[in-house]
């Protein structure tokens, strides 16, 4: 995630939702606040449960300039 303007961003939150949300797994560097110019990683891992195709969505939330802002991916695997 990159911060390309130059308020931080804060109060960063990043979750995974959906039926097949536990076979998706994140690690973020984020931590609570991303300087502006700086960036951040979120990694994700796909474990699946089944042998389908497997989705869930990627939600992150920060706060600018005191207004929440959201972002959402779509994220899909197929076990085999």
């Known amino acids: ?3 390309s303007g130059n308020a ?7 979750r995974i939702t959906g039926a097949a949300g536990a ?7 984020c931590g609570t606040k991303v300087d502006g110019g700086a960036n951040c990683t979120i ?13 869930a969505t990627m939600i992150v939330t ?4 005191g207004a929440e802002h ?3 991916f779509n994220l899909s695997g197929v076990g085999q």
């Open 23 to 29: 076979d998706f797994s994140q690690v973020s560097t």
């Open 8 to 14: 931080p961003l804060t109060g960063i939150g990043v």
């Open 70 to 72: 959201t972002a959402s």
């Open 62 to 65: 920060y706060t600018l300039a």
């Open 43 to 55: 990694s994700l891992t796909f474990t699946p449960t089944a042998l389908d195709t497997r989705v």
């Open 1 to 3: 995630m990159t911060n």
